[in-house]
């Protein structure tokens, strides 16, 4: 069982209020997060040859830097999910499909896809409102 520590003995908990607010005060940049998902996936990707096992560490290499630079511009009271998808480039098909609850007016997504020589990439990153 998880005990407390000695730290909690001295913070007890704090109690927030709430704030009522129902709409974000700053949108979620689309154009801005769009043009970190062009930028990384270029930079990481361009010289890359597909080999899986390095393909499978690179998704999550490329998705925590995604997600640490849409952090960076502290979108107040949004989620960010990042969702990266390599594959080997033979001429084949790909649908990518997701579904979740929305709320049309605040969610939104971003997405971008990369090719080179022998691999795609398809990154996607929603931003979720959270009340």
């Given at each position: 069982?998880?005990?407390?520590?000695?730290?909690?003995?001295?913070?007890?908990?704090?109690?927030?209020?709430?704030?009522?607010?129902?709409?974000?005060?700053?949108?979620?940049?689309?154009?801005?997060?769009?043009?970190?998902?062009?930028?990384?996936?270029?930079?990481?990707?361009?010289?890359?040859?597909?080999?899986?096992?390095?393909?499978?560490?690179?998704?999550?290499t490329i998705s925590e830097v995604i997600k640490a630079r849409v952090k960076d511009l502290m979108v107040p009271r949004y989620k960010i999910i990042c969702l990266i998808h390599i594959g080997q480039l033979n001429n084949q098909g790909l649908r990518i499909g997701s579904r979740c609850l929305w709320d049309a007016n605040n969610d939104t997504f971003a997405t971008q896809d990369f090719q080179n020589g022998s691999l795609y990439a398809v990154a996607t990153v929603y931003g979720v409102y959270y009340e």
């Open positions: 069982m998880d005990e407390p520590s000695h730290t909690d003995e001295l913070h007890p908990p704090m109690k927030l209020e709430n704030t009522y607010q129902m709409s974000p005060t700053k949108r979620f940049p689309v154009s801005t997060v769009r043009s970190i998902l062009k930028d990384v996936l270029h930079n990481y990707l361009q010289e890359e040859k597909y080999e899986p096992e390095l393909c499978r560490q690179m998704t999550k």
